[in-house]
T-cell receptor, first 116, second 119 residues
């Protein structure tokens, strides 16, 4: 089945550093990828929609300068948390949908980000 | 605004008990409906989906869901739960994506239901 790989799975870093998270669709092309944030015991909150070859679409209240998204190819999207602070600590999850399809999204394993 | 509501936040059942998790959505027009499951320490997995056709859909692991359009509901059911069904369950809805438009088919998730099955 379709697989989405997310890397790293866990990162701990100091406040003020930038962290890049990669999301790859391993066996299909994905024009659109999605980035979510999940707080403990809560649902997934959509942060932005990543579009290959164009700018990402951010949800209301999400700082685009804080969470930089690059979708450089049909199989890779990256989320960079810039100048991370403790309040950015969270579980970040990406998903991808097969190009030009109405099929369900496939989710990565998530990245647990801890900012000290 | 579009929203998805799951009524049960935390459900505790004994093995072999029947399960029904409620999901209601507010969305006009055609929608796709999904149930995802997140086992402890694992990624979200698709349990089942409804796009069109028979409103009673069967998914993996003995789960099924019924789409009732008049009630804007998509409740998840399983006749007999097992300890291994202990997980977080999410209902999600989207509008079918339209190429070349701003509609990317983004998913709106419900709050999630924690299911704990006692052996």
């Amino acid at each position: 089945g379709a697989v989405v790989s997310q890397h790293p799975s866990w990162v701990i870093c100091k406040s003020g550093t930038s962290v890049k998270i990669e999301c790859r669709s391993l066996d299909f092309q994905a024009t659109t990828m999605f980035w979510y944030r999940q707080f403990p015991k809560q649902s997934l909150m959509l942060m932005a929609t990543s579009n290959e070859g164009s700018k990402a679409t951010y949800e209301q209240g999400v700082e685009k300068d804080k969470f930089l998204i690059n979708h450089a190819s049909l199989t890779l999207s990256t989320l960079t948390v810039t100048s991370a602070h403790p309040e950015d600590s969270s579980f970040y999850i990406c998903s991808a949908r097969r190009q030009y399809s109405n099929q369900p999204q496939h989710f990565g394993d998530g990245t647990r980000l801890s900012i000290l | 605004a579009q929203s998805v509501s799951q009524h049960n936040h935390h459900v505790i059942l004994s093995e072999a008990a029947s399960l029904e998790l409620g999901c209601n959505y507010s969305y006009g027009g055609t929608v796709n409906l999904f149930w995802y499951v997140q086992y402890p320490g694992q990624h979200l997995q698709l349990l089942l989906k409804y796009f069109s056709g028979d409103p009673l859909v069967k998914g993996i692991k003995g789960f099924e869901a019924e789409f009732i359009k008049s009630k804007f509901s998509f409740n998840l059911r399983k006749p007999s739960v097992q300890w291994s069904d202990t997980a977080e369950y999410f209902c999600a809805v989207n509008k079918p994506p339209e190429w070349g438009s701003s509609n990317t088919g983004k998913l709106i998730f419900g709050q999630g239901t924690t299911l704990q099955v006692k052996p």
